[in-house]
C-alpha cells in the first residue's frame, strides 16, 4: 500500500485563497472554505483571500508566511497568481508558473506526457482560428474517420468537467465544437475510451491510493462530480496488483513530466485490457467535500485538516520559489 | 472500500432524488461580481425608495409596538395588514376581502403552499412556457409533471390550451391548476390579451379549471394601465398570487394569496405546519408604509425608473443586436426574452458571455422540459441606466462572433440565419 506519511507544519499565517472570476468559482469558494475550517482547528492563523485586484497589495501588508491555493480554473492555475506570488516573495503550495502554465494547456500537457511514454489517447486540438481563417470545418469529417467514435469534446483549458461532450455520432460535434469553444480558445478532441475512471493523487511525489469513479447515472460531469451522492467511489480502487502499479506508475510520471509540485490528481481511465489511459493532470485539485484528493487520503489514513497540514508543511519546506525570490 | 460521497443518501424522500449541482447555478457565483454586467437575477431596484421614509417607519413600528412586533402571531397573517392589501389589490382593479387573504413570506411561499396543496406526485399542470424558474421549483418538488403551452405577444395561446387539456382529457385525466403571471410575465415580458382573458375565464368554466394567477407586476405597467385580473372575471376558480416584493421591496419576504374559503382555510393549516405565521415585525413594517407613505406614488416612480431602463435596453438591443437575433418589448416590469439563430446553445454560451462580462439566465431554466436552449432572459431592472448599454454592447460583440464561429464550425451545413423581424416578437415559446 502506498504510504505517504503526512507532515506537521509550524503554526504559521496562511493566506487561503479561492474565488476569483474564473468559471470554477463556486467549487473554489467550497474548497477554500473547507481548508481555511481544517487549518483554523489546526491553530494555524488562516485569512481567507477572493482573487481580486486588492489582491497584491493584500498579500504583501497581511503579514502571510504563505499562501495556500484553492483556486480553480484560469488565472489561480495557469500561472497567473503563482507568479505574483514568486514576485511578492511568498511561497504557496502547487507547482510553479512554468509547471502551471503547462498543465494548464491540455493540448501541450497531452504532448508532454506522451513523449514521456505515457499512453494518452489520440487527440487532435482545433482552434477558433483554425475554423474562422482556415476553413478548418471541411476537416471535421476527417476527425470520426481518423478517431473513430465515440469522441470526447473538451475546452482545452479548465476544469470540473465544464464544456465537455461525449458525442457518439460525427453529425454531432460541430454542436459539441461550439460547445467547447464557450470555455476556450481552442478544443482537444480525443478518442473515448471506454472503462473504469480511476483518479490517482500524488502527494510530494508519492501516489495516494487510487480511487475508482462510478457515476450512478450517465457520465462524471458536473452534476455527478458536485452532487453528494451521486457518484460512488472505490478507495482503494478494486485493480489487481499490477494495473494498480501501473495507474500510480502513470500519475507519477504525469506528475513528474510536467514538473508538478506537493500535490497533482491525475485522471486515468482503465480500458477493458486493463491498460490505463491519461486523460489530464490537475495541479490544483479540488479539495471540496466530493473531491478525490480527500478521498484518496482518507484511504491513505490521512485526513482532510491532516492533508492541508501536509500542503502547508511542504509549502514551508520549499520556502519562497527558488529563481525569484526577492533580493 | 466503498465510499459515499453522502452517507445520508437512503435516507432522503423521493422527492429530492434529482436535486443536484449544476454548471449553471456554478457560473452565477461569477455573474455577481461586479466586473460583470448582469442581467440575471430578476431583482427590484430598492435604490429607488424613499430610505428616509423606510427608517422612519422601521423606527416608529419599534417604537410604538416593539413588543408585538418581535412576538408570534396568528397563522392567517394579521388582519390590519390584510385590510391595507385589499386596497392595494383594488388599486389594480382586483376584487378581494381580508378575509379571503392569507399572508405569505414573499410570493415564493405561496406558489409553495399552492403546490403543496394540489400536487400529488405526477399531478399535471399547465403553465405558460417559458415561465417563472421559482414556480417550476415549487411545483417540481411536489413531484408534479409541469408541462407547457407555448405564448406569443398576446400572451399564453389559449387555443392551445385546450387542446393540451383535451389531450388530457383523452388520457382520462386532467390538470390539477393551470399556472399563470397574466401580468408583463417572467420570463417573456408580455402580458395576457384583455381577449384571451376572457377566452381563459371560458375555457376554465368549460373544462372545470382551477387557475393559479401569480400577479407580481400587474402594477408596473409603464403607462399605467391594468388589465382585468383572472380573479375578477371567474373568483371562485383562483387562486390568485400577491406580493410587495417589487411594489415596496423583497427583503420584507411579505406576499399573500387570495382564495375561496374552503382552499383558504386549507392553506393556513399548511402554512402553520411549514412556519406558524408571518413575521409580525415584516408585516407591521408593511402596515405601516401603506398607512403612511404614498405608495402608489412610489410605484409610479419604480415604474418610471423601470420604464427609463427598458427604453435604454431596447435601444441597445436595437443597435447593437446581430441579424437574426430576436426579442420581445416589454410594456411593463422588468424583462426582455431573447431569441437567438439556430445553432446557439444559451446555456453553453453563458460561460463565453461571462468571459465578456455579462449574464443572462439561459432559456432552458424557464421550462420543465428542456426546451429553451435558443432563448434567454434579459433583466433590465437592476443594473444603472449608464451600464445597461454596456452591457448590452458587449452581448451584441458576443452574438455576432458566434453567430460567425457557428457559420464557421458548421460549414456547408450551418444553419440559415433568419431575417430580423421588427416589433415585438410573434413567437416567444420554443
Avoid at chain 1, 294 to 312: K, M, Q, R, Y
Wanted: charged fraction near 20%.
Amino acid at each position: 500500500m502506498s504510504t505517504s506519511p503526512s507532515l506537521s507544519a509550524e503554526p504559521a499565517a496562511v493566506a487561503v485563497l479561492s474565488g476569483g472570476i474564473s468559471l470554477e468559482r463556486e467549487v473554489s469558494l467550497r474548497s477554500g472554505a473547507r481548508v481555511a475550517a481544517a487549518l483554523q482547528d489546526r491553530g494555524h492563523q488562516v485569512t481567507r483571500l477572493d482573487v481580486d485586484a486588492q489582491l497584491v497589495r493584500t498579500l504583501e501588508q497581511g503579514g502571510f508566511d504563505l499562501a495556500l491555493l484553492a483556486l480553480h480554473g484560469s488565472a489561480g492555475e495557469d500561472g497567473t497568481v503563482q507568479s505574483l506570488l514568486e514576485l511578492v516573495g511568498l511561497p504557496y503550495t502547487g507547482p510553479d508558473v512554468l509547471a502551471s502554465s503547462l498543465a494548464w494547456n491540455k493540448p501541450i500537457a497531452q504532448g508532454l506526457y506522451a513523449r514521456a511514454g505515457l499512453a494518452v489517447p489520440d487527440r487532435v486540438t482545433l482552434s477558433q482560428q483554425a475554423f474562422r481563417e482556415m476553413g478548418a470545418s471541411a476537416a471535421v469529417d476527417h476527425i470520426a474517420t481518423a478517431l473513430g467514435v465515440p469522441l470526447v469534446v473538451k475546452p482545452a483549458t479548465g476544469g470540473s468537467s465544464l464544456g465537455l461532450t461525449i458525442v457518439n455520432d460525427a453529425t454531432e460535434l460541430p454542436r459539441a465544437i461550439v460547445g467547447a469553444f464557450s470555455y476556450a480558445e481552442a478544443v482537444l478532441i480525443e478518442r473515448f475510451v471506454a472503462g473504469t475512471e480511476v483518479a490517482v493523487a500524488v502527494l510530494d511525489g508519492q501516489p495516494l491510493p487510487p480511487v475508482e469513479i462510478h457515476p450512478k447515472e450517465g457520465a462524471y460531469d458536473f452534476a455527478a462530480r458536485y452532487t453528494p451522492g451521486a457518484t460512488e467511489f472505490h478507495a482503494p480502487a478494486r485493480l489487481e496488483p499490477e494495473v494498480r502499479a501501473a495507474c500510480e506508475a502513470m500519475a507519477v510520471g504525469a506528475y513528474e513530466a510536467i514538473g508538478a509540485r506537493h500535490v497533482s490528481r491525475a485522471d486515468l481511465i482503465v480500458d477493458e485490457q486493463g491498460v490505463p489511459w491519461l486523460l489530464e493532470l490537475d495541479t490544483c485539485p479540488g479539495l471540496t467535500d466530493t473531491s478525490l484528493v480527500p478521498l484518496a487520503a482518507n484511504a491513505a489514513s490521512l485526513d482532510f485538516p491532516d492533508l492541508c497540514e501536509t500542503l502547508v508543511a511542504l509549502a514551508q519546506r520549499d520556502g519562497a520559489s527558488p529563481g525569484q525570490r526577492r533580493a | 472500500m466503498l465510499l459515499d460521497t453522502d452517507p445520508y443518501l437512503t435516507r432522503y424522500a423521493e422527492r429530492v432524488r434529482g436535486m443536484s449541482a449544476s454548471e449553471i447555478r456554478a457560473l452565477f457565483a461569477v455573474a455577481s461580481r461586479p466586473e460583470v454586467v448582469s442581467f440575471a437575477g430578476g431583482m427590484p431596484d430598492t435604490s429607488a425608495l424613499d430610505m428616509e421614509a423606510v427608517e422612519a417607519v422601521v423606527a416608529q413600528v419599534i417604537r410604538d409596538s416593539g413588543a408585538t412586533a418581535l412576538q408570534y402571531g396568528g397563522g392567517q397573517g394579521r388582519a390590519p395588514l390584510r385590510e391595507l392589501l385589499v386596497e392595494v389589490m383594488e388599486h389594480e382593479g382586483v376584487p378581494a376581502h381580508a378575509d379571503e387573504l392569507l399572508i405569505t413570506v414573499g410570493g415564493q411561499q405561496a406558489l409553495e403552499l399552492i403546490a403543496k396543496c394540489f400536487l400529488d406526485p405526477g399531478d399535471v399542470v399547465l403553465a405558460e412556457g417559458p415561465t417563472y424558474v421559482g414556480g417550476i421549483g415549487a411545483m417540481t418538488s411536489h413531484q408534479a409533471d409541469v408541462r407547457h403551452v407555448p405564448m406569443d405577444a398576446e400572451g399564453m395561446r389559449i387555443d392551445l390550451l385546450e387542446e393540451a387539456l383535451d389531450g388530457l382529457a383523452r388520457e382520462g385525466r386532467r390538470a390539477e391548476y393551470v399556472y399563470t403571471i397574466p401580468n408583463h410575465q417572467n420570463p417573456a415580458g408580455v402580458s395576457l390579451s384583455v381577449e384571451r382573458r376572457h377566452r381563459l375565464a371560458e375555457v376554465a368554466e368549460r373544462h372545470d379549471l382551477l387557475i393559479v394567477e401569480d400577479n407580481p407586476y400587474g402594477l408596473l405597467d409603464f403607462a399605467g394601465e391594468t388589465f382585468p385580473s383572472l380573479r375578477q372575471l371567474v373568483p371562485d376558480r383562483v387562486v390568485y398570487v400577491g406580493t410587495v416584493s417589487k411594489t415596496i421591496a423583497p427583503g420584507l419576504r411579505t406576499g399573500w394569496i387570495a382564495a375561496p374559503g374552503p382552499i383558504r382555510d386549507k392553506l393556513v393549516l399548511l402554512r402553520e405546519a411549514a412556519d406558524l405565521c408571518p413575521s409580525n415585525l415584516t408585516q407591521m413594517i408593511v402596515e405601516s408604509w401603506l398607512r403612511t407613505q404614498p405608495w402608489r406614488e412610489q410605484i409610479k416612480r419604480f415604474a418610471a425608473v423601470y420604464h427609463e431602463k427598458s427604453v435604454a435596453m431596447l435601444d441597445a438591443l436595437a443597435t447593437e443586436m446581430p441579424e437574426g437575433v430576436d426579442w420581445t418589448v416589454p410594456s411593463g416590469a422588468f424583462y426582455v426574452w431573447l431569441t437567438v439563430p439556430d445553432g446557439i446553445d444559451t446555456s453553453d454560451l453563458l460561460a463565453k458571455a461571462i468571459s465578456h462580462r455579462v449574464a443572462y439566465v439561459p432559456g432552458r431554466g424557464f421550462y420543465a422540459d428542456g426546451a429553451g436552449g435558443d432563448h434567454a432572459r434579459l433583466c433590465f431592472s437592476y443594473p444603472e441606466v449608464a451600464r445597461i448599454g454596456e452591457g448590452i454592447s458587449r452581448l451584441g460583440e458576443l452574438l455576432h462572433e458566434e453567430i460567425e464561429l457557428v457559420a464557421a464550425v458548421y460549414g456547408d451545413d450551418a444553419p440559415q440565419v433568419r431575417p430580423r423581424r421588427t416589433g415585438p416578437a410573434t413567437g416567444v415559446g420554443g
